[in-house]
């Protein structure tokens, strides 16, 4: 199968990708460490849910 899709971020491999929010100005799919970074830096405060078993 041809997909190759890659964190925009860290550019490794996406398993499960994670689309970033519209005011993050990011284009393209993250993973999952990138995106809960993101989460935290944008919304320290805030609880969004992540699925961490991704290692
Ligand atoms: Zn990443």
Known sequence: MG????????????KQ??????????EGIMCGKCYSKKVHEHYPGDH???NKDLD
Do not use: A, F, H, S
């Open 48 to 50: 969004i849910r992540v």
């Open 3 to 14: 997909l190759k899709e890659k964190c925009t971020i860290c550019n490794e491999k996406v």
């Open 17 to 26: 990708r994670y689309n970033p929010m519209d005011e993050w100005g990011i």
